[in-house]
Protein backbone atom coordinates (compact mmCIF):
# COMPACT_ATOMS: atom_id res chain seq x y z
CA UNK A 1 0.00 0.00 0.00
CA UNK A 2 3.23 2.33 0.68
CA UNK A 3 4.25 1.69 -2.48
CA UNK A 4 1.22 2.59 -4.40
CA UNK A 5 1.25 5.76 -2.04
CA UNK A 6 4.37 7.12 -3.20
CA UNK A 7 4.13 6.32 -6.75
CA UNK A 8 0.64 8.22 -6.83
CA UNK A 9 2.46 11.25 -4.89
CA UNK A 10 5.03 11.27 -7.23
CA UNK A 11 2.47 11.15 -10.06
CA UNK A 12 0.93 14.28 -8.64
CA UNK A 13 4.17 16.49 -8.88
CA UNK A 14 4.28 15.45 -12.69
CA UNK A 15 1.09 16.09 -13.69
CA UNK A 16 1.13 19.47 -11.80
CA UNK A 17 4.16 19.86 -13.55
CA UNK A 18 2.22 19.63 -16.92
CA UNK A 19 -0.52 21.06 -16.30
CA UNK A 20 1.28 24.39 -15.45
CA UNK A 21 3.45 24.00 -18.61
CA UNK A 22 0.20 23.27 -20.72
CA UNK A 23 -2.63 25.09 -19.36
CA UNK A 24 -1.39 28.04 -17.35
CA UNK A 25 -2.24 31.46 -19.40
CA UNK A 26 -4.45 30.00 -21.65
CA UNK A 27 -6.29 33.27 -22.78
CA UNK A 28 -2.51 34.89 -23.23
CA UNK A 29 -1.78 32.18 -25.59
CA UNK A 30 -4.77 32.15 -27.79
CA UNK A 31 -4.69 35.38 -28.34
CA UNK A 32 -0.72 35.44 -29.11
CA UNK A 33 -1.62 32.35 -31.40
CA UNK A 34 -4.83 34.73 -33.28
CA UNK A 35 -2.40 37.89 -33.84
CA UNK A 36 -0.16 35.64 -35.12
CA UNK A 37 -2.68 34.01 -37.36
CA UNK A 38 -4.69 37.57 -38.20
CA UNK A 39 -0.62 38.41 -39.54
CA UNK A 40 0.09 35.39 -41.74
CA UNK A 41 -4.11 36.05 -43.10
CA UNK A 42 -2.46 39.77 -44.10
CA UNK A 43 0.16 38.97 -45.39
CA UNK A 44 -1.86 35.61 -47.69
CA UNK A 45 -3.81 38.50 -48.87
CA UNK A 46 -0.69 40.52 -50.46
CA UNK A 47 0.97 36.82 -51.90
CA UNK A 48 -1.54 34.70 -52.09
CA UNK A 49 0.06 32.47 -54.09
CA UNK A 50 2.50 31.80 -51.61
CA UNK A 51 2.45 27.47 -50.05
CA UNK A 52 4.98 28.56 -47.21
CA UNK A 53 2.01 31.32 -46.12
CA UNK A 54 -0.79 29.11 -46.63
CA UNK A 55 1.34 26.35 -44.62
CA UNK A 56 1.70 28.10 -41.82
CA UNK A 57 -1.83 29.67 -41.71
CA UNK A 58 -2.90 25.80 -41.38
CA UNK A 59 -0.20 25.14 -38.27
CA UNK A 60 -1.36 28.16 -36.87
CA UNK A 61 -5.49 27.52 -37.30
CA UNK A 62 -4.77 24.44 -35.67
CA UNK A 63 -2.57 25.66 -33.33
CA UNK A 64 -5.75 28.19 -32.41
CA UNK A 65 -8.38 25.79 -32.68
CA UNK A 66 -6.47 23.78 -29.94
CA UNK A 67 -5.67 26.07 -27.41
CA UNK A 68 -9.32 27.24 -27.74
CA UNK A 69 -11.04 24.30 -27.10
CA UNK A 70 -8.90 24.22 -24.24
CA UNK A 71 -9.82 27.47 -22.45
CA UNK A 72 -13.49 26.45 -23.82
CA UNK A 73 -13.05 23.11 -21.32
CA UNK A 74 -11.23 25.03 -18.63
CA UNK A 75 -13.80 27.21 -18.28
CA UNK A 76 -16.58 25.19 -18.43
CA UNK A 77 -14.20 23.02 -15.60
CA UNK A 78 -14.96 26.02 -13.31
CA UNK A 79 -18.00 27.12 -13.40
CA UNK A 80 -18.77 23.32 -12.71
CA UNK A 81 -16.74 23.68 -9.89
CA UNK A 82 -18.67 26.42 -8.97
CA UNK A 83 -21.77 25.08 -9.56
CA UNK A 84 -20.60 22.32 -6.79
CA UNK A 85 -19.66 24.68 -4.16
CA UNK A 86 -22.84 26.49 -4.17
CA UNK A 87 -25.50 24.84 -6.16
CA UNK A 88 -25.84 20.96 -5.03
CA UNK A 89 -26.88 21.44 -1.52
CA UNK A 90 -30.60 20.66 -1.78
CA UNK A 91 -31.19 24.55 -1.54
CA UNK A 92 -33.96 26.36 -3.46
CA UNK A 93 -31.78 28.13 -5.61
CA UNK A 94 -30.46 24.72 -6.59
CA UNK A 95 -34.29 23.05 -6.96
CA UNK A 96 -35.03 26.42 -9.04
CA UNK A 97 -32.63 25.84 -11.52
CA UNK A 98 -33.62 22.10 -11.89
CA UNK A 99 -37.02 23.08 -12.65
CA UNK A 100 -36.38 25.51 -14.78
CA UNK A 101 -34.23 23.12 -16.61
CA UNK A 102 -37.21 20.73 -16.89
CA UNK A 103 -39.46 23.66 -18.74
CA UNK A 104 -36.80 23.97 -21.11
CA UNK A 105 -36.29 20.70 -21.85
CA UNK A 106 -40.10 19.99 -22.31
CA UNK A 107 -40.51 22.86 -24.36
CA UNK A 108 -37.65 21.89 -26.72
CA UNK A 109 -39.44 18.39 -27.06
CA UNK A 110 -42.96 20.03 -28.01
CA UNK A 111 -41.51 22.84 -30.96
CA UNK A 112 -40.68 20.78 -33.78
CA UNK A 113 -37.47 21.87 -35.49
CA UNK A 114 -37.71 22.80 -39.27
CA UNK A 115 -34.42 22.89 -41.67
CA UNK A 116 -32.52 26.04 -42.87
CA UNK A 117 -33.86 27.50 -45.68
CA UNK A 118 -36.84 25.20 -45.61
CA UNK A 119 -39.94 27.36 -45.54
CA UNK A 120 -43.60 26.10 -45.35
CA UNK A 121 -45.02 26.15 -48.83
CA UNK A 122 -48.20 28.28 -49.56
CA UNK A 123 -51.06 26.90 -51.88
CA UNK A 124 -51.30 29.33 -54.99
CA UNK A 125 -55.22 29.53 -54.01
CA UNK A 126 -54.92 31.20 -51.18
CA UNK A 127 -52.78 34.07 -52.53
Known amino acids: MMRLYTKLKILKGKLKEWSGTNFSDLQGKVQAVKVELERIQVEIQIRPLDYDLARMENVDLTE ?20 AELGDDNTSFFHKVVQGNKGQESQARTVPRQPVGEYPVESAAGT
Open 64 to 83: YNKLVKAEHSSIKQKAGSKW
